[in-house]
């Protein structure tokens, strides 16, 4: 398997603009996260999907982030407008669901946004 | 709320000496807790993880960790340090009780340094 996939690995946007990451889980997981990791705040969970329906989005830190899962192959989080403070690795994560809480979450490459 | 705390947030040892990465955890039910690996420019990779039974966890690259419950402990050690194992390293903890376990509260991370 190819593992998690995300797209663009690096993405440099000015600040207004729209932002949109893409992932594609590991095929038959059923569970997929959205992470970001700053230096300021470390590795925080933002949303995450089981069977695409978002479980818990509290994480989610404004409006302007948004994410979808419109299939079991493909996710999508957007920021719109993008602003400066919104520059970090964005991780992508799927787990395989099977035996329930325990899974191993496998995690992408990342995201490496900078919003100027 | 959970928490963990990872003291030391760079650990430097010599090639072939004990690794021991410290974590603190803060949880009111008995948790789920991993450590994870984070090589540079890669995304997170699971090295072990405690849900129930034995509380000496073995993982992955010669790594192991104990569950103190007494303690609230789970520190990460490693007889032996080679140099590829620097990277940084993140513990993290989740409640069973919570959406199945699955989200995880990641601690601040520690960058271990080997060095020859």
């Known amino acids: 398997d190819a593992g998690v996939i995300q797209s663009p690995r690096h993405e440099v946007t000015e600040m207004g603009q729209e932002v949109t990451l893409r992932c594609k889980p590991i095929?038959?997981?059923?569970?997929l996260f959205w992470y970001r990791q700053t230096m300021m705040r470390g590795l925080e969970l933002l949303i995450y999907?089981?069977?695409?329906?978002?479980?818990?989005d509290s994480g989610m830190p404004e409006d302007r982030f948004s994410a979808k899962m419109p299939n079991a192959s493909f996710s999508t989080l957007k920021i719109q407008p993008s602003e400066p403070r919104d520059s970090a690795v964005y991780f992508c994560?799927?787990?395989?669901?099977?035996?329930?809480?325990?899974?191993?979450?496998?995690f992408g490459p990342g995201t490496r946004l900078t919003v100027l | 709320a959970q928490s963990v705390t990872q003291l030391g947030s760079h650990v430097s040892v010599s090639e072939g000496a004990l690794v021991l990465l410290r974590c603190n955890y803060s949880?009111?039910?008995?948790?789920?807790l991993f450590w994870y690996v984070q090589y540079p420019n890669q995304g997170l990779q699971l090295l072990l993880k405690y849900t129930t039974g034995a509380t000496l966890v073995k993982g992955i690259n010669g790594f192991e960790a104990e569950f103190k419950k007494s303690e609230t402990s789970f520190h990460l050690t490693k007889p032996s340090a080679h140099m590829s194992d620097a990277a940084e390293y993140f513990c993290a903890v989740s409640d069973p009780r919570l959406f199945g376990g699955n989200k995880l509260v990641f601690g601040a991370g520690t960058i271990l340094r080997v060095k020859s």
């Open positions: 999907f089981n069977n695409n329906v978002p479980i818990d």
């Open positions: 095929s038959g997981h059923d569970y």
């Open positions: 994560a799927s787990s395989p669901g099977t035996s329930g809480s325990t899974d191993t979450q496998y």
């Open positions: 949880s009111s039910v008995p948790p789920y």
